[in-house]
């Protein structure tokens, strides 16, 4: 089973500010890799998947980056609608596995 | 528009067992893969179960491998989950989620909105 790691666990920002979410595999994922945001009492949604490739809809301001073992989550410029936990989850092998979640924090 | 909506949820004594279902509508049901993701505050997000579009082949967690089926009726836009066994730690949040592709699931680009199982030791 392929382990995956984000840190932080919690990331004060303030609204503007750009921040940078990190999510390690504990093997070689390739770019099989997905991005959800998740508000509270709502479901996941997807923002990115193949590492980098943004979902239908969401803001330019979402990227994301890496391959390998080692991938980024970046919101540039962070807006009120963004402070929420972030998850990662490979779809490299069975099963797919989830990150334990970056929660965004207003600073 | 793609929507899906969980039902079968609730109260349940552990040993006992609950039929989740996944109604979904707004897309071609028959030509995507689906699968059951649970979450717990204590464990975060959990992939349990995927099925193909054709219902053929099923993936399954070791967690609930012998103990969870999942399935599907594809003339009903339906996605279900049976879970026998039941014990205190299956206690979640149940979500249907629709897959990427019909085969394998990669992403999940649509869920449901949730189905709370509980269940009493």
């Known amino acids: 089973e392929i382990a995956m790691t984000q840190s932080p666990a919690t990331l004060p920002v303030s609204p503007g500010e750009r921040a940078t979410l990190s999510c390690r595999a504990s093997q070689s994922v390739s770019t099989d890799l997905a991005w959800y945001q998740q508000k509270p009492g709502q479901a996941p949604r997807l923002l990115i998947y193949?590492?980098?490739t943004r979902a239908t809809g969401i803001p330019a301001r979402f990227s994301g980056s890496g391959s390998g073992t080692e991938f980024t989550l970046t919101i540039s410029s962070l807006q009120s609608e963004d402070f929420a936990v972030y998850y990662c989850?490979?779809?490299?092998?069975?099963?797919?596995?989830f990150g334990q979640g970056t929660k965004v924090d207003i600073k | 528009e793609v929507q899906m909506l969980e039902s079968g949820g609730g109260l349940v004594q552990a040993g006992g067992s609950l039929r989740l279902s996944c109604a979904a509508s707004g897309f071609t049901f028959r030509s995507y893969a689906m699968s059951w993701v649970r979450q717990t505050p204590g464990k975060g997000l959990e992939w349990l179960s995927t099925?193909?579009?054709?219902?053929?082949?099923?993936y399954y967690a070791d967690s609930v491998k012998g103990r969870f089926t999942i399935s599907r009726d594809n003339s009903k836009n339906t996605l279900y989950l049976q879970m026998n066994s039941l014990r205190a730690e299956d206690t979640a949040i149940y979500y249907c989620?629709?897959?990427?592709?019909?085969?394998?699931?990669?992403?999940?680009?649509?869920w449901g909105q949730g189905t709370l199982v509980t269940v009493s030791s």
């Open positions: 989620a629709r897959g990427s592709d019909e085969y394998y699931h990669f992403w999940s680009d649509y």
């Open positions: 099925i193909g579009g054709s219902g053929v082949s099923t």
């Open positions: 989850q490979q779809y490299k092998n069975w099963p797919r596995t």
């Open positions: 193949g590492a980098s």
